[in-house]
């Protein structure tokens, strides 16, 4: 890909376009990247981060995770911080799958207690968590229990018994961002969301059996602290969000704003996918409090689907979640935009913190996080291609100088559409098993979509992440098996 002339290197990790580059930049954008990752990102990218550093009210800089690729709006893997006075809300800065999310759960089973029964856990959460487009869930809901939900978000599944008061300690925000209005969504967000709970949805959502190694451990004490106890355990992550409802949101706010931006605001942006209002305009709180219903929804599903996969391994293990050990190690969500409380030029200040595939990995010691993690920092999970692996990481001290932010995924490499020209999804999912990965899928152009090819390196990426002073790796997590929509 091609550079561009103005992109200087700060340090290894660090490259910076200056306000220079673009005309309307208002403070410069930094990426994060090894060089290696920095001469294969796509141009986009470059396009995109100085866009978003032309948005009212932008404090410090425009980011980009090592993740990064093209998106809509700011890349995927962007951060931007506003002052909330002068600043701007934006849908394309928080993305269409509102709180697109990752969950890791423990277990106390080892791989060959879980390889025999592997193909019937898989097949289990293929038939118990729905995937692929238009997918309902088992949960049935009126339209006024629906707004519950989008309200109160974790609390309403521990009602409804499909919680541990646990899972909702290990829950960003405690599963919930409180200043919900369902007021403020339309009835077709509703309509769209109000049968999607407990729902993989398609696209790069899975639920996948994993394995911890005992040489993909890279701190022995900090993974005991986090739960990973004894060789070669077998955990759970999925990786899902807010299904049609949080698409609806985002729809019609990106409408509104498009209408009233420029008329209105005298607001002017480089790509109208950065359409905005000022945080503070009545938009722009009205936005702002729909985005949390749709936050909030996305914590319920992911809720509803632990719900449902514990009842699979404890249908195929005859003995019950709290036996086999299905606690969460954290629910930490992308895709959102949160006002936080951040130290900039020495002063501790309230911004308005927009990530766009980009994860809050808060450091030690630091307010909002669980009881047992104040020493440890934020568990941080990256999620990697099904044919790879993931990671979990935790936040660091450093990380202030990117707002405790991090990478969210691997990123892509190349577009579905090409993904789906250079492979085949039957002949993926029979090398896969070859290769000892059990997968079921409801689609194979869906499974062809997702083939690792078409991300890149995870290793590289977390790499980088670390070694940017963003979040450091604790263990790597080695599928075995995985449902994909």
Known sequence: MAIPPSLKKISETIWELPRSHKEGMLVPARIYATEKLINAMDQGVFDQVSNVACLPGILKYAFCMPDGHWGYGFPIGGLAAMDPETGVISPGGIGFDINCGMRLVLTNLTYDEVKPRLHDLVDGLFYRVPTGVGCTGFVRCNREEFREVLEQGSRWCLKRGFAWQDDLEMTEEGGCFAGADAAKVSQKAIERGIDQIGTLGSGNHYCEIQVVKPENIFDQELARTLGFTIPNQVVIMFHCGSRGFGHQVATDYLQLFLSVMERKYGIKVHDRELACAPFRSHEGQDYFAAMKCAVNMAFANRQVILHRIREVFSDQFHKSPEELGMNMIYDVAHNTAKLENHVIDG???????????????????????????????????????????????????????????????????????????????????????????????ASFGGLAEEAGAAYKDIDDVVEATELAGLSRRVVKLVPIGNIKG
């Open 347 to 441: 002063k501790k200040q309230e911004v308005l913190v927009h990530r766009k595939g980009s994860t809050r990995a808060f450091g030690p010691g630091m307010e909002g996080l669980p009881r047992q993690y104040a020493q440890t920092g934020q568990p941080v999970i990256i999620g990697g291609s099904m044919e790879t692996g993931s990671y979990l990481l935790v936040g660091v001290e450093s990380g202030k100088e990117a707002f405790y932010t991090t990478a969210h995924g691997s990123g892509r490499t190349m577009s579905r559409h090409q993904a789906k020209k250079l492979f085949r999804g039957k002949k993926l999912q029979q090398d896969m098993e070859y290769r000892g990965i059990y997968v079921q899928t």
